[in-house]
T-cell receptor
Framework: DADVTQTPRNRITKTGKRIMLECSQTKGHDRMYWYRQDPGLGLRLIYYSFDVKDINKGEISDGYSVSRQAQAKFSLSLESAIPNQTALYFC????????????FGQGTRLTVV | GQQVMQIPQYQHVQEGEDFTTYCNSSTTLSNIQWYKQRPGGHPVFLIQLVKSGEVKKQKRLTFQFGEAKKNSSLHITATQTTDVGTYFCAVSSGGQNFVFGPGTRLSVLP
């Protein structure tokens, strides 16, 4: 089983709908991240959390919200999806900023029509 | 904010040829990481560089951190079809998070 699991893996939704992407991890890491990947733009940080009581905005947080339900769970919500939120979304975890690597989930491909 | 560039954006090589991608930052870095993403896959950590002028090797891959700690390179010797993918650098200037570059997509023709 994967250490970082994202659900769903693929989702097509309509404009204006609310959608939640979920992430769970078994690595015991405190730090969790949500990234968005678009062709040619790399990975852009949406939100991050360093522990259950900590939530921080990333580079592109507008239109998104998150919830850290437990150390192992970090969900991303699109309150009212729009077509330009069509992208590949990755959740990642790490144990700390220095000398630590990020472990990524398999990704969720979201299409907003 | 942090500006990270990677060149080239795309590279097509014949199997057996060498490949190099460069990562350039607008600010002095505290550390840099490299990741590989296979087609249809997720980013996977390759290495982290911390020291000025540092060179690290992993089999056919050589990673270098510039003396001024503003740039880095990844060199692959004698590419193989298994090297296909997008290579990302992720940089930190001592802040809380890494900023990812746009990536270099490598294709290897057999």
């Amino acid at each position: 089983d994967a250490d970082v699991t994202q659900t769903p893996r693929n989702r097509i939704t309509k404009t204006g709908k609310r959608i939640m992407l979920e992430c769970s991890q078994t690595k015991g890491h405190d730090r969790m991240y949500w990234y968005r990947q678009d062709p040619g733009l790399g990975l852009r940080l949406i939100y991050y959390s360093f522990d259950v009581k900590d939530i921080n905005k990333g580079e592109i947080s507008d239109g998104y919200s998150v919830s850290r339900q437990a150390q192992a769970k970090f969900s991303l919500s699109l309150e009212s999806a729009i077509p330009n939120q069509t992208a590949l979304y990755f959740c990642a975890t790490s144990s700390g900023i220095y000398n630590t690597e990020a472990f990524f989930g398999q990704g969720t491909r979201l299409t907003v029509v | 904010g942090q500006q990270v560039m990677q060149i080239p954006q795309y590279q097509h090589v014949q199997e057996g040829e060498d490949f190099t991608t460069y990562c350039n930052s607008s600010t002095t870095l505290s550390n840099i990481q490299w990741y590989k993403q296979r087609p249809g896959g997720h980013p996977v950590f390759l290495i982290q560089l911390v020291k000025s002028g540092e060179v690290k090797k992993q089999k056919r891959l050589t990673f270098q951190f510039g003396e001024a700690k503003k740039n880095s390179s990844l060199h692959i010797t004698a590419t193989q079809t298994t090297d296909v993918g997008t290579y990302f650098c992720a940089v930190s200037s001592g802040g809380q998070n890494f900023v990812f570059g746009p990536g270099t997509r490598l294709s290897v023709l057999p």
